[in-house]
């Protein structure tokens, strides 16, 4: 295998800010008594511990206004837990909230440490965990009120994360709930199992139906769909959530001067004429001579991928099915989307050949390592 290419990383952002690290505990509290459990948390916690300055010691974050300095804040950790009254939280993060699935979780807790509510991130910002955690230091009772913990149910949205799974449609959960709520058996497509030990495993079988091929999924009925190709076409829009392993990669050949909104449409039409998820594509990869090309970096960008770039020699070792004698004028190689597709998966066989748009050429290959791009980095 010749040697790998060069990568460029996506970089994570919240909002217009780009956020380099996010630290994970921020301790709070307002009153005197109040800064006294926060201690006590914190140095357990091995938290960052904010106290108003007539409270802070040299060593301790001192804030003036919770009301402006909790703002600031909330976006540079990952968990915070609050020392104070439940309104004055709920005032302050009403405002902030943005999307489950990247919300920092929110524990609030009383100055006797009787109570850690979890009030905002229970599953996937991790605020019931955290509740319970801090429980247990405090002596007192975590209270958890998300519908599936008290009903002892699956958290699907943190069992999806847990097995590197990327939703198609992240709101979906919420009616897969309720369907589990309302009792009803929910189907379950996973032929390369992904997923379905993980339930067996947790205890959760016989809540679900294990349909053993696309054949017998049934399109009226909640379902989850594990695969890096796309669900079929619900009627209604039913309670039935695709969960997409990120194992595709695709190899592209452009011209120069291409647009990001071209390629990113180009991308979408070859996914969805070939039924594979979007969602399930990790990386893009062409020829050296286009590392210049801004609309491939911020395609990539926005479709949330790698990009990798290979030198003429090394695609030029590749066999495809589909080699040009154009490219080869070009870039000096007879392939790049193809031997870029096949060299990112380190495969032979591609899922979709050579497909050709206006300046634009995409194939796709399935990978079977669990490392992506970090092999070659």
């Not at 402006?68 to 993060?93: D, E, L």
């Not at 992904?194 to 947790?202: G, I």
Request: charged share 20%; glycine share 8%.
């Amino acid at each position: 295998m010749p040697a790998g290419p060069s990568t460029s990383s996506r970089s994570f952002s919240v909002g217009a800010q780009a956020v380099v690290q996010l630290r994970d505990i921020a301790v709070w509290a307002l009153t005197s008594r109040g800064c006294d459990l926060a201690r006590r948390i914190s140095a357990d916690l091995g938290a960052t511990l904010f106290l108003p300055e007539k409270f802070a010691a040299p060593d301790e974050q001192p804030f003036q206004l919770f009301s402006s300095a909790f703002p600031k804040n909330f976006f540079r950790f990952r968990h915070h837990v609050c020392v104070a009254a439940s309104g004055i939280v709920v005032r302050c993060v009403g405002p902030l909230l943005r999307d489950k699935t990247t919300d920092p979780g929110v524990v609030v807790l009383d100055q006797e440490g009787r109570h850690a509510v979890s009030l905002v991130g229970g599953h996937l910002g991790g605020a019931n965990d955290m509740a319970r955690k801090v429980a247990r230091l405090t002596g007192g009772q975590a209270v958890i009120t998300t519908a599936t913990d008290t009903a002892g149910l699956p958290a699907l949205d943190l069992l999806a994360r847990e097995r590197g799974l990327v939703a198609d449609h992240p709101e979906r959960f919420a009616p897969l709930a309720a369907a589990l709520l309302d009792g009803e058996i929910v189907q379950v497509l996973d032929t390369e199992d992904y997923f379905w030990s993980r339930l067996r495993e947790m205890g959760h079988g016989d809540m679900f139906e294990r349909v053993p091929d696309v054949e017998a999924w049934q399109a009226d009925r909640p379902g989850l769909w594990v695969s890096w190709r796309r669900p079929p076409a619900q009627p209604g829009e039913p309670a039935v959530l695709g969960l997409h392993p990120r194992r595709l990669v695709a190899g592209l050949g452009c011209h120069r001067g291409v647009s990001e909104a071209s390629i990113i449409a180009f991308v979408r039409d070859v996914f969805d004429k070939n039924g594979l998820a979007l969602a399930s594509l990790t990386a893009l990869g062409t020829v050296q001579a286009r590392a210049a090309e801004t609309g491939l970096r911020s395609a990539a960008t926005a479709l949330g991928v790698d990009v990798a770039f290979f030198s003429s020699e090394q695609l030029q070792t590749v066999r495809t099915p589909n080699p040009s004698e154009a490219a080869a004028r070009l870039v000096g190689t007879k392939s790049v989307c193809e031997a870029a597709a096949l060299l990112l998966a380190r495969t032979d066989t591609l899922v979709v050949a050579k497909t050709k748009g206006v300046e634009l050429t995409l194939a796709v290959a399935l990978r079977y390592d669990s490392n992506g791009l970090r092999e070659y980095e």
